[in-house]
Nanobody
Framework: QVQFVESGGGLVQPGGSLRLSCTAR????????MGWYRQAPGKQRELVAS??????NYADSVKGRFTISRDNAKNTVSLQMNSLKPEDTARYYC???????WGQGTQVTVSD
């Protein structure tokens, strides 16, 4: 079973940047397509970015601002977030496609 540990969240001003990391433990990380999700208070969890092989996809709300990448040798998937907006405030999670387990997530707060 794969376990995920997310890190890199924090408090940032609008227009700022953060880089989130997700480290996978166990199983064969490189076999899985990976996604970054977020959940804001009172809202459903949503997929913001995914990576499958060499292909990436983004939600319209983050396109052009966020970049997902992975390093299979280090069992990590990252999310570079630029030009952050208050509406990006949420708890961010990574997840493998086809697996049901979630990590604890990392909180991102964009505020003055």
């Amino acid at each position: 079973q794969v376990q995920f540990v997310e890190s890199g969240g924090g408090l940032v001003q609008p227009g700022g940047s953060l880089r989130l990391s997700c480290t996978a433990r166990g199983s064969i990380f490189s076999l899985y397509a990976m996604g970054w999700y977020r959940q804001a208070p009172g809202k459903q969890r949503e997929l913001v970015a995914s990576i499958r092989g060499g292909s990436t996809n983004y939600a319209d709300s983050v396109k052009g601002r966020f970049t997902i990448s992975r390093d299979n040798a280090k069992n990590t998937v990252s999310l570079q977030m630029n030009s952050l907006k208050p509406e990006d405030t949420a708890r961010y999670y990574c997840k493998a496609d086809g697996l049901s387990n979630w990590g604890q997530g990392t909180q991102v707060t964009v505020s003055d």
